[in-house]
């Protein structure tokens, strides 16, 4: 029934012929967050369809689907309040001998976003601090507060072509993992683009480094399709992380 309005109120969405404003950059897809706050008083809501990680070591074949959520909300004074979590995620697990089955809700995570002006009218900056809370179902929690900061800077190259830059800790337990990743953005024509990244985990927990790069479309300004795809670059990385997802912005 949840997914019968849902489909209801996106295809009212797209058949109104409102001259809504220009959206915003989304936050999906990709390793880093965009470097745009959304306008006081609008909001959008950013929706994996699901995203999923696949992996293959030790005997074990694991995939993990998550419908990851994220609503962003207008503050103004370059702020934005975020709302996110996964309500829905599934782990199927598989070895010579069994299988698992796993599905329950993740944690949810408050943030605050923060893009401030800075020097130079090609380059910007936002700043996310958040913190996660313990309310997910034992396979898909962290099982403590997280506590997480991360920064993304971007250079305008013209031409609809972008350079950025991502960092990001996350803290919880008296330990730091840290992210880092880069990404190219470029054209594809029309309402579609395209972007490469690259991008590397490391601290508590088995260290990561992925590379690949995702597909969005840009329907009337305000809604984006998304597809992406990453591979791991080592052993001890995810084979295989990709999805699709749906970001719909409102004035």
């Known amino acids: 029934m949840t997914l019968r309005v849902g489909s209801w109120f996106i295809l009212a969405l797209l058949a109104a012929p409102l001259a809504w404003a ?34 293959h070591g030790d005997g074990i074949r694991s995939t993990t689907q998550s419908a990851g959520t994220n609503f962003r909300i207008g503050l103004g004074n370059e702020l934005e309040l975020q709302l996110s979590g996964s309500p829905w995620n599934r782990l199927d697990q598989h070895d010579a001998v069994s299988s698992q089955h796993l599905t329950g809700a993740g944690d949810i995570r408050v943030s605050l976003k923060w893009a401030p002006p800075v020097a130079g009218k090609n380059w910007s900056l936002a700043l996310l601090g958040g913190v996660s809370f313990d309310t997910g179902a034992a396979a898909f929690s962290n099982g403590q507060q997280v506590y997480s900061l991360g920064a993304t800077v971007a250079r305008d190259l013209g031409d609809d072509r972008s350079l950025a830059a991502y960092a990001n800790v996350d803290h919880a337990g008296g330990a730091d993992t840290w992210t880092l990743s880069a990404n190219f953005g470029f054209p594809l024509g029309g309402d579609f683009a395209g972007y490469i990244e690259a991008g590397r985990s490391f601290g508590t927990g088995m260290p990561a480094s992925v590379a690949g790069g995702g597909v969005t479309w840009l329907y009337r300004d305000r809604l984006q399709f998304d597809l992406y795809a990453r591979c791991g670059l080592t ?14 912005y409102w004035p």
């Open 235 to 248: 052993a001890e990385s995810p084979d295989l992380q990709a999805g699709a997802g749906i970001s719909l």
């Open 22 to 55: 220009d959206a915003p950059a989304f936050d999906r897809p990709g390793i880093s967050f965009s470097t745009s706050v959304l306008p006081a008083g609008t909001f959008d809501w950013e929706q994996g369809l699901p995203d999923l990680e696949r992996d």
